[in-house]
């Protein structure tokens, strides 16, 4: 377009100018255009977040800015976290790379947030597996124990969290079990206990209920018991939900136990 036709379209509201020479469509997303208003581009977390990717709290913008970039803008907020980029090579105008935007969320986040952005990025394949190792090579060592961590299968980040917090009791488990005439559950422990991680956007509604319910009884005639944590706590209280299921796993298991034991002597 040459500079005449873009000032009319700025003036007739179909481009909306947001620095010098930098224009964009007035539908385009808000966090982009404040990005290259300040005179960055849009990256990790908030990037991320735009692909479909989990990351558990994103409370800033996060901006990635050239080293030695110039005529750069205060931001408008705050709690803006600018992440300067000393590398070369052709750069797009509003958005880092993936590879970027996953180093850069790594960094940010602490190791249990970080290992469910991971997750998710392997799940919907935004990476593979051997991209993200090339991203931990430029990382600290320090980060390197979280690749080992890394589970495609998890499809959500409070199943993530759920894993750690089994991992770290101690338990047998199984991830994305296929159970006849119940489906598939997040988890199953010790052969006997199903652990579904309960999230408002996948269990909102009546209809929904009355499907898990479903599933549940129908669980329960395999020989199944089913806890529902909710994601929120599963993410926000771990802790809590850890001591939850260490006691139900302790309780139930002995009563179920001692229950085969009696109907062996029975028969």
């Known amino acids: 377009m040459s500079g005449r036709q873009i000032a009319t379209a700025v003036r007739n509201g179909i481009l909306c100018r947001i620095r010098r020479d930098r224009y964009a469509d007035p539908s385009t997303n808000d966090d982009v255009i404040e990005a290259v208003r300040i005179g960055g581009r849009l990256s990790c977390l908030s990037l991320l977040r735009t692909f479909g990717v989990f990351v558990h709290h994103c409370d800033r913008l996060h901006v990635q800015v050239a080293q030695g970039a110039s005529r ?135 209809d929904k209920q009355v499907e898990d319910r479903r599933r549940d009884m129908a669980a329960a005639e395999l020989g199944y018991v089913t806890l529902r944590p909710l994601a929120s706590e599963i993410m926000d209280a771990p802790d809590q939900v850890r001591r939850s299921l260490a006691t139900a796993i302790s309780v139930l298991g002995t009563n179920l136990a001692a229950a085969s034991r009696s109907q062996l002597l029975t028969d």
């Open 72 to 206: 750069l803008r205060m931001p408008l907020s705050s709690r803006t976290r600018v992440h300067w980029y000393t590398g070369g090579g052709e750069r797009s105008l509003h958005a880092a790379s993936v590879f970027d935007a996953v180093r850069e969320g790594i960094r940010c986040q602490h190791p249990r947030a970080a290992l469910a952005t991971l997750d998710s990025v392997l799940h919907h394949g935004v990476m593979t597996r051997r991209q993200l190792e090339e991203v931990f090579a430029e990382l600290p060592s320090r980060y390197r124990s979280l690749l080992a961590l890394v589970d495609p299968s998890a499809e959500s980040g409070p199943e993530t969290y759920m894993r750690l917090i089994l991992r770290s009791l101690g338990v047998r488990f199984e991830t994305q079990m296929l159970l006849a005439g119940v489906g598939r559950v997040d988890f199953v422990v010790e052969g006997w206990l199903i652990i579904e991680c309960d999230s408002k956007e996948f269990h909102e509604g009546w």
